[in-house]
């Protein structure tokens, strides 16, 4: 089992910055995939942002590109999620999660472990 502890989110105007942090609670943390999802009211959980195991290979939703950065420190169990230029459609409850499996990491069911996720408020 993995335990995953969202951190970071809260309420910021438009153009603004935030960085998420993510916590897991196992060693093995250096061997996983981890991404970030979101899922805003009334809509369906979204694909944010991904990144390997070594921290060589991410990935990110055309929404995000260019505005979020994901990285991890394999030393401390953390991934992070650095958002740039918040828009108000950025609001949304971000999950991270983990994938100890070879995946693409970019859909949900490729992911094992949830946090319990943290809100992103975004004012115009």
């Known amino acids: 089992q993995v335990q995953l502890v969202e951190s970071g989110g809260g309420l910021v105007q438009a153009g603004g910055s935030l960085r998420l942090s993510c916590a897991a609670s196992?060693?093995?943390?250096?061997?996983?995939?981890m991404g970030w999802f979101r899922q805003a009211p009334g809509k369906e959980r979204e694909f944010v942002a991904t990144?390997?195991?070594?921290?060589?290979?991410?990935y990110y939703a055309d929404s995000v590109k260019g505005r979020f950065t994901i990285s991890r420190d394999n030393a401390k169990n953390t991934v992070y999620l650095q958002m740039n230029s918040l828009k108000p459609e950025d609001t949304a409850v971000y999950y991270c999660a983990a994938s100890p499996k070879a995946v693409a990491g970019r859909a949900e069911y490729e992911y094992d472990y949830w946090g319990q996720g943290t809100q992103v408020t975004v004012s115009s």
């Open positions: 990144i390997r195991w070594s921290g060589d290979s991410t």
């Open positions: 196992r060693r093995t943390f250096s061997t996983y995939r």
